[in-house]
């Protein structure tokens, strides 16, 4: 199966700020790529699908990029509810697979 | 309100059985499949099951860390799907969340990613 890493593991940040996080799958997953937002007690949301497209709500300070192995959630104008773990996964290969994390903190 | 809502999680001893509930409204239950996905605690995401949609079947699909164990069945005149998880063990002390899976089938795989997501349910597996 393919492997899903991300990094940083945590991404300290001020509000107002930009913060960009990486997600690198161990083979090629095209665009089928997700990402998620968690916030403490919650489930998870989608935030994008296919690597670049925001979900149905997701403000446009979110964006995706990248293909192939290499990806990046980019969040601008970073505010107070934007802090929480976002985790990658890819649809490309069969079962689908989840980075373990990345937690953006308040700096 | 288009949602899905997870129940009966619990405390149960190793080896012993539970079964899951997942509740669809606000949406054709009959129009997708259903996927269960699992996150113990502190930990990452990792996908459990799924059950096409009878359109598709009506097949199911498990992780290898929970197949032979873990069963998933719908009740299409309730709109609930089930994951029955049976010989359980310590590690599969998770919470579990019912999600609607999007994207695509090719070739009978499906290359899916989760749009829907309830709030999950707390299995703990505990002598």
């Known amino acids: 199966e393919i492997v899903m890493t991300q990094s940083p593991a945590t991404l300290s940040v001020s509000p107002g700020e930009t913060a960009a996080l990486s997600c690198r799958a161990s083979?090629?997953?095209?665009?089928?790529l997700a990402w998620y937002q968690q916030k403490p007690g919650q489930a998870p949301r989608l935030l994008i699908y296919s690597a670049s497209t925001r979900a149905t709500g997701i403000p446009a300070r979110f964006s995706g990029s990248g293909s192939g192995t290499e990806f990046t959630l980019t969040i601008n104008s970073l505010r107070s509810e934007d802090f929480a773990v976002y985790y990658c996964q890819q649809y490309k290969n069969w079962p689908p697979t989840f980075g373990q994390g990345t937690k953006v903190e308040i700096k | 309100e288009v949602q899905v809502v997870e129940s009966g999680g619990g405390l149960v001893q190793p080896g012993r059985s539970l079964r899951l509930s997942c509740a669809v409204s606000?949406?054709?239950?009959?129009?997708?499949?259903l996927t269960w996905v699992r996150q113990a605690p502190g930990k990452g995401l990792e996908w459990v099951g799924f059950?096409?949609?009878?359109?598709?079947?009506?097949?199911?699909g498990y992780a290898a860390s929970v197949k032979g164990r873990f069963f998933i069945s719908t009740d299409d005149s309730k709109n609930i799907a089930y994951l029955q998880m049976n010989s359980l063990k310590t590690e599969d002390t998770a919470f579990y969340y019912c999600t609607r899976p999007r994207g695509y089938d090719y070739d009978g795989v499906p290359y899916w990613y989760f749009d829907l997501w309830g709030r999950g349910t707390l299995v703990t597996v505990s002598s």
């Open positions: 606000g949406f054709t239950f009959d129009d997708y499949a």
């Open positions: 083979q090629s997953v095209s665009s089928n």
């Open positions: 059950i096409r949609d009878k359109a598709h079947g009506g097949t199911a």
